[in-house]
């Protein structure tokens, strides 16, 4: 059976992101999938990474959080409330993001989960990641809104290619080696909406809901992001002559 994660990276379970999350639960359910909840704002998850949180101290006098993680998941000594978020993780065959981009980025608390919950020695360490990542075979994908318009989110707006400000995001799922699949981003959503505009947004993101249950059923053919395979690299860690470029974040010399 398939068991998919949601994780909602939004204060409100009231607004869109959160009705959207429920929908992506909705919608596992009516596949047969059992359904784990991280809702981060309802858990007051701490999103910042510190020394306070590890009962044993760091091996040297400055706070090294790789090492901490490494040392508390080999003493069984994480967190509780890591340990809790990596027992989906390891659950999950699915993990589905609900969250807006704020200032051209997921919010905080979402990077801050990614601080603490992807734990050294527990999600990856030196000789797993990337290809060789405990995540293989796993899918992530990201329901995204943002509040500018679909134009200005584009390759050439004003705002910032989308892609773009999400592959770091994306990378660090890749990292764990999961399959990151196309996001799925909905435009112009915000409160400052009036009359027709506001019919016109309430109508769109109806439509969204309606057909999440469709887009969820067809996850397994929804594209993948395409990363390089480490293979593509040379021993120092550079791109290859001739391997390919998936984005200008790893690319080629002009």
């Known amino acids: 059976m398939t068991t998919t994660l949601i994780v909602l990276a939004h204060p409100d379970r009231l607004s869109f992101n959160g009705a959207w999350a429920a929908a992506t639960e909705k ?5 047969g999938h059992t359904v784990l909840w991280s809702d981060l704002a309802a858990m007051e998850f701490d999103p910042v990474e510190a020394a306070r949180h590890y009962r044993r101290s760091a091996t040297s006098s400055a ?21 809790s978020e990596i027992d989906k993780l390891r659950r999950a065959d699915r993990v589905v993001f609900h969250f807006p981009l704020w200032w051209f980025a ?9 601080d603490r919950v992807l734990a050294h020695g527990a999600m990856h360490s030196v000789e797993h990641r990337f290809d060789n990542g405990l995540c293989l075979g ?6 995204v809104t ?23 995001t994306a990378y660090t799922l890749r990292y764990l080696g999961y399959t990151v699949l196309v996001p799925k981003v909905v435009h112009g959503v915000h409160g400052y909406h009036k009359a027709a505009k506001l019919k016109e947004l309430r109508s769109r993101l109806r439509a969204v809901l309606n057909d999440h249950d ?27 002559v001739k391997s390919p470029s998936h984005s200008l974040f790893i690319r080629h010399a002009p």
């Open 138 to 143: 796993k899918k992530v994908l990201f329901c």
């Open 214 to 240: 469709r887009m969820m059923a067809a996850l397994d053919k929804r594209p993948a992001i395409s990363f390089n395979a480490d293979s593509d690299f040379d021993r120092n860690g550079r791109l290859k």
């Open 27 to 31: 919608a596992s359910k009516a596949l």
């Open 146 to 168: 943002t509040g500018s318009s679909e134009a200005e989110s584009a390759f050439n707006g004003k705002e910032g290619d989308v892609q773009m400000l999400l592959w770091p």
């Open 63 to 83: 706070f090294d959080p790789l090492k901490a993680q490494k040392a508390a998941t080999e003493a069984d000594e994480l967190p509780m409330v890591v340990s």
């Open 106 to 114: 997921p919010p905080a608390m979402l990077k801050g989960w990614f």
